[in-house]
T-cell receptor
Framework: EPEVTQTPSHQVTQMGQEVILRCVPI?????FYWYRQILGQKVEFLVS????????KSEIFDDQFSVERPDGSNFTLKIRSTKLEDSAMYFCASRRVNTEAFFGQGTRLTVV | AQSVTQLGSHVSVSEGALVLLRCNYS??????LFWYVQYPNQGLQLLLKYTSAATLVKGINGFEAEFKKSETSFHLTKPSAHMSDAAEYFC???????????FGKGTRLHILP
């Protein structure tokens, strides 16, 4: 069964460093999303991406964040200068038109 | 704006007992509603979805949910809890099938032996 794949499963980085979280969406999906879940809190929407551009972003998704679909298969989330409060589980999701979203297993980002 | 409210951050039920997890939604348009489950150290898995067809929706693992417009509710139930049901459950809403999903705060379900 096709699935959304995220790498790495766990990333530890120093405050101020750049991190790139990687996702391989399901191959025939057209809509892509990033969500985050701070420990013990709810899952929050970050950004949606369609047709090679951002279609919507939340207040959380500030200038420190960017997304890219560099090669037609990967979908990446970059955090330019990580802060302690960026520590969270980051989920990638993808969907086709008129279907539900499928989520990856998540990347746990720890900023120290 | 759309939102969902899940009543009870923690719910404990005995094995074999009825599971009832509550969710109320707020939406300016007919909503699409979802329940997702997150097992420990795993991702989000879709349990079931409501997309304006039947109001009683059956999902995986014996779970079902009923859409009640008059009560703006979409409670999740399972007749008989199993130890393997212990997980975090998230109610979620979307304006349409192509829109972002807004999650509730989640309810952690504990199963007592």
């Amino acid at each position: 069964e096709p699935e959304v794949t995220q790498t790495p499963s766990h990333q530890v980085t120093q405050m101020g460093q750049e991190v790139i979280l990687r996702c391989v969406p399901i191959s025939n999906h057209l809509y892509f999303y990033w969500y985050r879940q701070i420990l013990g809190q709810k899952v929050e929407f970050l950004v949606s991406f369609y047709n090679n551009e951002i279609s919507e972003k939340s207040e959380i998704f500030d200038d420190q964040f960017s997304v890219e679909r560099p090669d037609g298969s990967n979908f990446t989330l970059k955090i330019r200068s990580t802060k302690l409060e960026d520590s969270a589980m980051y989920f990638c999701a993808s969907r086709r038109v008129n279907t539900e979203a499928f989520f990856g297993q998540g990347t746990r980002l720890t900023v120290v | 704006a759309q939102s969902v409210t899940q009543l009870g951050s923690h719910v404990s039920v005995s094995e074999g007992a009825l599971v009832l997890l509550r969710c109320n939604y707020s939406s300016s348009v007919p909503p699409y509603l979802f329940w997702y489950v997150q097992y420990p150290n795993q991702g989000l898995q879709l349990l079931l979805k409501y997309t304006s067809a039947a109001t009683l929706v059956k999902g995986i693992n014996g779970f079902e949910a009923e859409f009640k417009k008059s009560e703006t509710s979409f409670h999740l139930t399972k007749p008989s809890a199993h130890m393997s049901d212990a997980a975090e459950y998230f109610c979620a809403v979307s304006m349409n099938r192509d829109d972002k999903i807004i999650f509730g705060k989640g309810t952690r379900l504990h199963i007592l032996p």
